[in-house]
């Protein structure tokens, strides 16, 4: 039966409401993108240009705005290509190029439990399931919260200043953080990723802002990471990979969660 969608929870056959305050997403078709044009900047043919934002807009209601990232400008990714098991996010064969979206884009209201979080209205969490092809080919592949206010940069391990993530880096599992633009603290969980393998990420922040992660609905092996949030933090779901080496990867997102607690 259907019901009545309205924002980013549209076509009700593609969306599975988990329970009244959750969605999730299953990039069953592919997106509609558009360039820069939309947050403000100059229209144009998207073209992969180093630090272009294209938005993805999948049919599901989900919206992505995605930067392809890449030193020399050339990448010449701007969309995933269909696979049977979801959407391809794959990435060049230059080292160092990647990619890396928000639900939320930086300036806009968003919308508050579905794109944007804010630290002590609610708890609040995502999960994201994908495979990578060759995990020695990335030289990391997170997911997580982010800031929202943060602009996309070439770099963002080295720019980003309020984060909170786990995922692939180079075959381990690491969670990560940083918090008030503090150095980027690192945990190796000890636990591992093979190469093809489909695995869920998942974060959760309370409502004290406190972050905790889980890798297939269970805790890492070493889960000693803590960071906590302030009070207001407005945050976004994050996905960010960068090439580690000189050939193609694929990076084959399926699901993805997003929701109050």
């Known amino acids: 039966m259907a019901n009545p969608m309205y924002g980013q929870n549209k076509l009700d056959s593609k969306i599975d409401l988990v329970h009244g305050k959750s969605r999730v997403y299953h990039f069953g078709a592919p997106p509609v993108l558009m360039d820069d044009g939309a947050f403000g900047g100059t229209w144009a043919v998207p073209d992969g240009a180093a630090e272009d934002v294209v938005l993805h807009q999948y049919p599901d209601g989900l919206q992505l705005s995605t930067a392809y990232m890449c030193a020399d400008g050339t990448g010449g990714e701007d969309g995933p290509t269909i696979v049977s098991t979801g959407m391809n996010y794959i990435m060049g064969d230059t080292d160092n190029e990647g990619l890396q979206w928000v639900m939320s884009y930086p300036g806009t209201k968003g919308n508050e439990g579905v794109d944007s979080f804010t630290v002590g209205k609610a708890a609040f969490y995502a999960k994201l399931r994908y495979s990578i092809e ?74 004290d802002g406190a972050a905790t992660f889980k890798i297939d609905g269970q805790s890492p092996t070493v889960n000693t990471q803590a960071v906590t949030f302030d009070s207001a933090d407005v945050l976004t779901p994050w996905f960010v990979a960068m090439k580690d080496a000189s050939a193609s990867c694929d990076v084959i997102l399926e699901r993805l969660e997003v929701g109050l607690q």
């Not at 982010?146 to 180079?170: F, H, M």
């Open 134 to 207: 060759d995990v020695s080919e990335v030289d990391y592949c997170f997911f997580g919260f982010r800031l929202k206010s943060q602009a996309a940069v070439a770099e963002p391990r080295g720019s980003a200043t309020d984060y909170a993530v786990i995922g692939n880096n180079n075959g381990d599992i690491d969670v990560e953080t940083a918090l008030n633009n503090s150095t980027n603290t690192v945990v190796d969980s000890t636990d591992s990723w093979a190469n093809g393998e489909s695995k869920t990420m998942e974060v959760y922040v309370a409502l």
